[in-house]
């Protein structure tokens, strides 16, 4: 294929999977709107874990979205169809609910799970495009996506299904994390590890606290602070009034754009940089960085009541994997 006739290929799937996804949209505001108010109602009830199952290509889908439940603070792991039938039902209580994935809701291999859930009474969610189906009509919730054109030409590999399948699943997830009021430090607990356990990471764990911070007090003569600077090794000096307040801080840039002054001779009110920019120390690493990058500074203090307590340093966050 030449190169053009490529791109185009790629456009065309694109465009196909975004007609899929705005249909799901659509679907949603009417006729799914209950259903999926249903759905999100019964799992954020259920005492036990939601049960994610299917085969094929659904049961990949079905893989990702256990994995972001779990993830997002709704217990939750994938029992493929096929082996449920061979002892896995077993993992699944009364105190479950089960999600249940196939496009066409004709699955053979579902049909074991769907008997164990009506024997039981475990609540059934479909995620289906076949509402008429064995599954939509065993189901007592149903998902009922609506079909769309596959991106494949022949329409047949599950590409715009498997996708839509996925943002529904990703929509579940969402609204159950801000239904329970899921925070960012519930997300790291979650999530420790790399680079996003690292962002996560809290500004008050990593600071430096005590005897570390660069502080002068007000009217203090520049070759003091200079030394702090060089001492403390921030590239910066904050500077406090008598009630320990932070009134403003000295850098690096602060000292090369009065060179040309009695430098020396200066005291460190008519250098500083007044209200400088601050942080808490229940921020996370990730927005510091943000402010950081932003400001186009190197270091932050931290503060409490106006009060420094801590100062954190770009290096600091390199360290643990931010950036």
């Known amino acids: 294929m030449p190169a053009n006739d490529i791109i185009s290929s790629a456009k065309r799937t694109l465009q196909t999977e975004q007609a899929g996804l705005d249909a799901l949209a659509e679907a949603l505001v009417s ?173 008050r764990d990593i600071m430096h606290s005590g005897d570390r911070i660069p502080l002068v007090t007000s009217g203090t003569q520049m070759t003091e602070a200079i030394m702090q600077i060089s001492e403390k090794g921030f590239g910066c000096v904050g500077v406090v009034d008598e009630s320990g307040r932070l009134a403003g801080i000295i850098t690096d840039g602060d000292l090369r754009r009065n060179l040309k002054t009695d430098l020396l001779g200066e005291v460190v009110d008519s250098v500083m940089t007044a209200n400088p920019k601050t942080i808490h120390g229940d921020m996370l690493a990730i927005a510091a960085m943000e402010i950081l990058d932003n400001s186009s500074i190197t270091a932050l203090m931290v503060t409490e009541n106006h009060k420094p307590v801590g100062i954190v340093h770009f290096h600091d966050l390199l360290k643990i994997g931010v950036a």
């Open 31 to 203: 006729p799914l709107s209950d259903e999926f108010i249903k759905a999100v109602e019964t799992i954020r009830n259920i005492a036990g874990r939601v049960i994610v199952t299917g085969v094929g290509k659904s049961g990949h889908i079905g893989t990702k979205i256990a994995a972001t439940l779990a993830s997002t603070g709704t217990p939750a792991f994938f029992v493929h169809s096929s082996e449920a039938n061979h002892g896995d039902l077993g993992m699944i209580s009364g105190d479950d609910a089960i999600v249940a994935l196939s496009w066409s809701g004709e699955t053979t291999e579902l049909k074991g799970v769907l008997a164990y859930s009506t024997r039981f009474q475990i609540p059934l969610i479909a995620i289906t495009s076949g509402g008429d189906s064995t599954l939509g009509k065993e189901a007592d919730i149903v998902l009922a996506l609506p079909k769309q054109q596959e991106a494949c030409p022949h329409n047949l590999a599950p590409t715009t299904s498997a996708l839509m399948q996925l943002a529904i699943g990703d929509a579940l997830a969402i609204a159950l994390l801000e239904n329970r009021g899921f925070t960012a430090g519930d997300f790291r607990t979650f999530h420790p590890g790399g680079q996003l356990g690292a962002s996560l990471t809290y500004i």
